[in-house]
């Protein structure tokens, strides 16, 4: 008789949790990876950005106003003597030749009615233009002189707006306005919407009735009606803001959980756990909150775009950001009504929220496959 054995050692290998098969899953979507980089890239610039940016995004300089992306400083060369020209205007006095060389202008200056006063080189020194500007009269015609002053060096990498402020400091406050709303207004809905799901769907009966009753009618109240009735209790802010956005999405995410959590109750593997006298803390930490979790973050992966774009909304209705502080949208809508004679007005801050939104896109997509249940 043949003796058959049967090789019962244990198989080596370690067992991985929901979350750790998540994230490895996750590292192997390279486009979820790029987006979770240029998500940190535009959070460390919100951040940082506007505190190390060359100007100030409330500074205005008259005398540069809709000037063009440029690596070269500003003012260029033939800028320099229409911008000495109009800044001497109020000091009545004739210009001769005026000579530009190495960052440095020389005006000649005269006046036939009175004696020069050194103290017109303020005219200037008033400009965006010049600095540490001199006057040396001739002592032989005190009507005689020579103005000398430094050309400043100013840098507008992505050009200035129709204010003459510089539109690359203005995207990076318009990033961290953003981005802030973005992640705060749905933190806030985020709360509101897991708890109430949870708890409509736990409860059921009568009070889940009543509570989706609730949901209904907070949908049929106009979102612009909310904001303004918002506004008149407590002003125009940031926080008003988070407040009116977070609570008005929560209700797309109380229905998500609610759904979920129904499903979840009916489901074989919540009735055996039941059944072989698991706790209902144990049964939540260990079944529902694992398949919950994953749709809960995929859908706040993709409800900060939409808070974005509800912000540009309110912004664009002059119920958002107020001057001088901007956001993206608020940039696209100056930039859509100059598009004509300045389309980098449009097409920077258009960039900027275009591939924040497919970042944030991305890594929704990539999310959903590293935390779905049914793929592991």
Sequence with gaps: MTDISVDTAPVSGESRSLWATAMLRLRRNKAAMASIVVLIVMAIAGAIGPLVAPHSYSEVYPEFVKVKP?????PQEAQIIPA????LRRARVDLGEIEVEGGKVRIPVSSERRDLDPRISRYLERSDVFSNAEMSIDANDPKKGVMEASVQQLYFLMGTDANGRDLFSRILISLRISLLIGALATAVALVIGVLYGATAGFVGGRVDNVMMRFVDVMYSLPFVFFVILLMVF?????????????AVEWLDMARIVRGQTLSLRRREFVQAAEAMGVSG???VRRHIIPNTAGIVIIYMTLLIPRVILLESFLSFLGLGVQEPLTSLGVLISEGAKNMRNAPFMLFYPAATMTVLLFALNFLGDGLRDALDPKDR
Excluded: K
Aim: hydrophobic share 55%.
């Design 84 to 87: 000495a020209e109009s800044a």
């Design 70 to 74: 440029s690596l070269s400083p500003y």
């Design 234 to 246: 407590f002003g125009r802010n940031l926080v008003l803001m988070f407040l009116a956005v977070g």
């Design 281 to 283: 803390r144990a049964i």
